[in-house]
């Protein structure tokens, strides 16, 4: 069986052609156009929108209180937050008409430059991918600390393993973000390529960072004047706003100020959604940025201020310890830590490559649908 992203790239190429075949009046499908990008903006609107909305009340018919949302930044959000992504880039094509592209000369621009956003964001995917790694790398000197603390009786042997293991964590969490392995920042894998992750064998410039991707990405994007281009606008502007958030949140070869990407229409829903997400990241960046020179994912911010604490303690350890149960529950805290992310990172990480492919899927669909609109 064909992948899902061929499989939805093979229908939304059939539903040009069945467009541009069965247009019989421009005012029609004019009109059916109009229509769509209404629906398309609602769609993500409400998608947005849902990114930040509170945790639904407790039932009637339960006296438990309701689970809290998801911390914004956390793993679980940022799983939601590509699952939008998906979503909308999904609904997005069927915005796209090749008889509105013909006679569009603003949409075929938007188009041409959604083409080399796409081919940034896709270095951007590769470079994030690698942050994960190295946050798992992370993961990994915490759970060799949480073993050695949970040793009875404590003995100087234990301590000082876990006092190596965590000076390494943190020395690794606040990094300046362009190497948290260790080693040359040339070593990071974020080439340009249709391949993804470890497949990837060219290496990108030392001076390359996400940031200034991104930068380049939001620079060209302008609101259109016209409501052909609007669902160009729309999408691109969401794609941008997902690669800040996952640069933000992600240790990745990036500059040390994360600056807010988009100046967006507030008055428009979508637009208003994105701001409103836009806001709430920076706020987190505003408070973190002086302990962290990228990364600003919540749960490393938790292994963080609790791997300060076990530091502390091994630090002031002598055997025979008097404080075992006083640090056993910063432990259990550290070890609950460790298994969240060891679960949620490898999922994150699929989603990452998901997105990945979807991207270099529909760069190969808008090639083809602007080479049918030339045709025409």
């Not at 499908?29 to 209404?38: F, K, T």
């Not at 805290?333 to 298994?339: G, K, P, Q, S, V």
């Amino acid at each position: 069986m064909a992948p899902p992203t061929e499989l939805q790239g093979s229908s939304f190429l059939r539903r040009i052609s069945i467009r541009r075949n069965q247009i019989v009046s421009m005012d029609v499908s004019h009109d059916q156009h109009l229509e769509e990008l209404e629906y398309f903006q609602k769609h993500v609107s409400d998608c947005l929108s849902e990114l930040l909305s509170p945790p639904p009340p407790p039932s009637s018919s339960s006296s438990s209180a309701s689970q809290p949302s998801d911390p914004i930044l956390s793993i679980p959000w940022m799983k939601n937050l590509l699952d939008v992504y998906m979503s909308c880039e999904t609904e997005f094509k069927g915005v796209l008409s090749t008889a509105q592209i013909s006679k569009s000369p603003s949409l075929e621009k938007g188009l041409q430059e959604t083409l080399d956003r796409i081919l940034k964001s896709l270095d951007i995917c590769n470079a994030v991918s690698n942050g994960i790694d190295s946050v798992s790398q992370s993961r990994r000197l915490a759970e060799i600390a949480v073993t050695a603390l949970k040793q009875r009786p404590l003995c100087n042997g234990s301590v000082l393993r876990a006092k190596r293991a965590l000076t390494s964590l943190l020395a690794g969490l606040n990094a300046d973000g362009k190497d948290r392995n260790g080693g040359s920042s040339s070593r990071r894998t974020t080439s340009r390529s249709w391949s993804f992750g470890q497949r990837s064998s060219v290496h990108v410039s030392k001076n390359w960072s996400a940031t200034k991707q991104i930068q380049a990405m939001a620079a060209t994007l302008v609101p259109p004047r016209g409501a052909e281009a609007s669902g160009v606008y729309i999408m691109s502007s969401v794609m941008v706003l997902v690669m800040w958030v996952l640069v933000a949140a992600v240790p990745c070869q990036t500059s040390n100020v994360i600056a807010a990407p988009l100046q967006l229409p507030k008055h428009q829903s979508w637009a208003s959604a994105a701001v409103n997400i836009q806001e709430r990241v920076g706020e987190e960046i505003k408070g973190k940025e002086k302990r962290f020179g990228g990364g600003m994912m919540e749960e490393m911010v938790r292994m963080e201020r609790v791997g300060l604490s076990l530091l502390e303690f091994t630090e002031r350890f002598r055997f025979p310890a008097e404080e075992e149960e006083e640090v056993a529950d910063k432990v259990e805290e550290m070890d609950e830590i460790c298994r969240g992310m060891e679960v949620g990172l490898e999922g994150l990480k699929r989603q990452v490559r998901e997105v990945f492919h979807r991207l270099v899927r529909s760069r190969l669909e808008i090639v083809s649908v602007l080479d049918q609109a030339t045709a025409i």
